[in-house]
């Protein structure tokens, strides 16, 4: 999963060796049998109209405001029944709460990759990934070498990853070339996933590799994906990802970009998550205010360098086993490591549910540039374009790009509400669809009203942001009457 870059550059920080081992509670949801058979359904539409009640409600009672910190449960979920698990449980359980959890190995048994990919023993198959994409180039991070708070990347062809990793194994998992692992892959094709039954198919843009085969299926509860959709729309990039490597690779600690929630699915393998509540991860920085490279160090133990560690709770850990998919929620900096020969499947993806948290990311974003340059503010022209010139540089969109992602995903959902009103809201996706815009005109709002967009020049812009925040405010209106 993509990681969101910090403010500043890194200085690394390391956490003791004080762990929780979480056990897990299985949760099991009754549902009716037509519930049951709607969640299986390949249909568009996700959200009921109680669901959409109680998420209206929710992010009313907020009141416009994200929380911040938290304390871990004591247990994370696990659920084992797809059929007894719809989308209106992983709302209440887990999306309103912002909370973690683990989906049983059930949820994927139908995936091509797990079929295709592993060889009877559970481990990657080799000759199959060689032969249907040996020649794709593919980014590699060293998990030795530390770069910031990350680790540098080169690009290789699979095939001579595949042969470093093959040799890496033979060697008792060692390599005069450190420890190298295959990370943000875009494996999977953009244009054609259908949500629910989504099969990978081939497509042949420049910047992707797509296999003649199909990958995954979308869990419907991961359906509602704006960033994957806005992304899409413009055939540039995705947030949809590959991982693999070595057991003993591991991803540093991060959280995900744009505050993003996250979905991983071990194709095979094992990996250990540790995790951290939003809050939290501020217990955590150091005597200079950076936040840890790696939590597991002893250094973190060290309270003239770490003057708060001892302030942080326990990280939540997670073993999660081949085929397990584990939700991880908005906000939450987490720590990976593979303890096998592990492949994943990975998705950031943002919604109605965590847009404010990106809203709010992109404000602390912005707050941060201009701190970082602030000397310059009276002597340099034009110094708040160039701050959203070097925050879309540093963070990957700015406060221009953040409208047009909005505007996007807006009038998708207008013209399903006026599809939808047209028919007597019988239309496919009006509950959903009417969630969607009353989280939009919220954050779209707030967006209108800051300084720092009102400077941004939006002359060229089609429609304007006041007159989209109209359209939105009357959708709303209607889709609320009775």
């Known amino acids: 999963m993509r990681a969101g870059p910090e403010p500043q550059a890194l200085v690394g920080r390391k956490r003791g060796a004080r762990r929780l081992l979480v056990p897990r509670m299985v ?23 109680e669901t959409r009640a109680l998420a209206d409600r929710h992010f009313r009672g907020l009141g416009g405001d994200v929380p911040g910190g938290g304390h871990a449960p004591g247990r994370v979920a696990f659920v084992s029944e797809p059929g007894a698990f719809s989308y209106a449980d992983f709302v209440r359980g887990f999306l309103l709460p912002n909370l973690p959890c683990v989906f049983s190995s059930a949820f994927t048994q ?14 990657p198959d080799f000759d199959h990934l060689l032969r249907t994409y040996g020649d ?21 062809p699979l095939r001579d990853y595949i042969t470093y990793w093959k040799e890496y194994i033979q060697a008792g998992y060692s390599s ?33 590799d797509f ?10 509860y991961f359906s509602s994906d704006w960033l994957n959709e806005f992304w899409d729309a413009l055939d540039v990039d995705d947030y949809r990802f590959v991982y693999a490597g070595p057991a003993g690779s591991w991803s540093p600690f991060h959280a995900d970009i744009f505050r993003s929630f996250s979905w991983s699915v071990n194709v095979c393998g094992r990996k250990k998550w540790l995790l951290f509540p939003p809050g939290q991860e ?6 200079h205010s950076n936040l840890p490279y790696d939590v597991t160090s002893p250094a973190l133990c060290d309270t003239h360098l770490y003057p ?17 998919m584990v939700f991880v929620p908005s906000g939450w900096h987490h720590q990976v490591h593979n303890l096998d020969d592990t492949i994943s499947i990975n998705h950031n993806w943002v919604n109605g549910f965590n847009l404010a948290n990106m809203w709010r990311f992109l404000q602390q974003e912005l707050c941060a540039v201009q701190e970082e340059v602030s000397e310059w503010r009276d002597s340099m022209p034009d110094w708040h374009h160039h701050c959203q010139v070097i925050m879309r540089s540093c963070s990957g969109i700015n406060f221009e790009e953040f409208y047009h992602f909005l505007k996007v995903i807006a009038e998708k959902r207008l013209l399903v509400l006026k599809e939808a009103a047209a028919e007597d809201r019988a239309g496919l996706g009006f509950e959903q669809a009417a969630f969607d815009a009353g989280r939009i005109t919220e954050v779209l709002a707030s967006l209108v009203a800051h300084p720092d967009f009102q400077r941004v020049d ?12 109209q359209q939105l405010r009357e959708a709303v209106d209607v889709a609320a009457a009775p």
Not at 32 to 41: F, N, S, T
Not at 183 to 199: E, G, I, Q
Not at 211 to 220: A, G, R
Request: charged letters at 25%; a positive charge.
């Open 136 to 156: 794709v180039v593919v980014p590699v991070a060293n998990c030795g070498v530390r770069e910031y708070n990350s680790n540098p990347k080169e690009h290789m």
């Open 176 to 208: 005069p070339r450190g420890c190298l692992y295959l990370k943000d892959w875009h494996l999977c094709s953009p244009s054609l996933l259908v949500p629910h039954v989504l099969s990978v198919v081939p497509l042949h843009p420049p910047h992707r």
């Open 27 to 49: 949760l099991t949801v009754s549902a009716p049998a037509e519930v049951r058979r709607r969640v299986l359904r390949p249909v568009r539409s996700w959200m009921d109209r």
């Open 458 to 469: 939006t002359s060229a812009f089609s429609p304007q942001p006041k007159e989209l925040l």
């Open 110 to 123: 139908g995936w091509g990759s797990r079929r295709r990919w592993v060889t009877p023993a559970g481990r």
């Open 211 to 220: 296999p003649v085969e199909d990958v995954f299926t979308l869990p419907v």
């Open 308 to 324: 708060r560690s001892q302030l942080a709770d326990p990280p939540l850990e997670i073993t999660q086993e081949a085929g397990e």
């Open 282 to 287: 501020e217990a955590l920085r150091d005597r």
